[in-house]
Nanobody, 115 residues
Framework: QVQLVESGGGLVQPGGSLRLSCATS????????MGWYRQAPGKQRELVAT???????NYADSVKGRFTISRDNAKNTVNLQMNSLKPDDTAVYYC?????????WGQGTQVTVSS
């Protein structure tokens, strides 16, 4: 059974930073595009950022310049560094692994940006 184990969510003040991590197996990590999505209350789940096995990245316009997605090949982990956080970034963040039509999701981690 494929597992995506997320960590790093929490409460942060506006302007602050958080780092999310998602660990999985070597077989998934090395062959799947990894990504982060988020879902705010009453809204649809949306793309935040993705990174291919080769390291190519893609970001939602709303997070460009503030968030950075990266891969730690030694730990089979994908990280999302989130800086200059805004209240609109408040959501449950989900790790995602995708290859063609095969998709796996993590359980989600809450990020709350509030003073």
């Amino acid at each position: 059974q494929v597992q995506l184990v997320e960590s790093g969510g929490g409460l942060v003040q506006p302007g602050g930073s958080l780092r999310l991590s998602c660990a999985t197996s070597r077989s998934i990590f090395s062959t799947y595009t990894m990504g982060w999505y988020r879902q705010a209350p009453g809204k649809q789940r949306e793309l935040v950022a993705t990174i291919t096995p080769g390291g190519s990245t893609n970001y939602a316009d709303s997070v460009k310049g503030r968030f950075t997605i990266s891969r730690d090949n030694a730990k089979n982990t994908v990280n999302l560094q989130m800086n200059s956080l805004k209240p609109d970034d408040t959501a449950v963040y989900y790790c995602n692994a995708r290859r063609v039509t095969i998709v796996y999701w993590g359980q989600g981690t809450q990020v709350t940006v509030s003073s």
